[in-house]
Nanobody, 124 residues
Framework: VQLQASGGGLVQPGGSLRLSCAASGRTFSTYVMGWFRQAPGKEREFVAVISVGGGSTAYADSVKGRFTISRDNAKNTVYLQMNSLKPEDTAVYYC??????????????????WGQGTQVTVSS
């Protein structure tokens, strides 16, 4: 599966952005989908994950209550709604697909496919 992330940009602290990740192929609904981010000089870190049907989600503590992951299997797209953004949310955001439908991994190396990343900058 090929993934294309979009929706990043420059936003002021307290603002909102919605990231999208469009997938090619007819098997999107069989993949667990995750969002990760990587700030300059730091390792890639887990942000959120969603089950194949969308009924189960999990979040990093740093974004819980502010970010929401969702998916539309009919559109082959996963979203990340980001509210109350902080400067420390500044990073390149990546979507990823995990072919194991029963695992909700937070580890980047366990994901099989990656999008190209979209830059999110939170600054006044």
């Amino acid at each position: 599966v090929q993934l294309q992330a979009s929706g990043g940009g420059l936003v002021q602290p307290g603002g909102s952005l919605r990231l999208s990740c469009a997938a090619s192929g007819r098997t999107f609904s069989t993949y667990v989908m995750g969002w990760f981010r990587q700030a300059p000089g730091k390792e890639r870190e887990f942000v959120a994950v969603i089950s194949v049907g969308g009924g189960s989600t999990a979040y990093a503590d740093s974004v819980k209550g502010r970010f929401t992951i969702s998916r539309d299997n009919a559109k082959n797209t996963v979203y990340l709604q980001m509210n109350s953004l902080k400067p420390e949310d500044t990073a390149v955001y990546y979507c990823a697909a995990d072919a194991r439908p029963l695992y909700y991994s937070t580890k980047p190396y366990e994901y099989d496919y990656w999008g190209q990343g979209t830059q999110v900058t939170v600054s006044s």
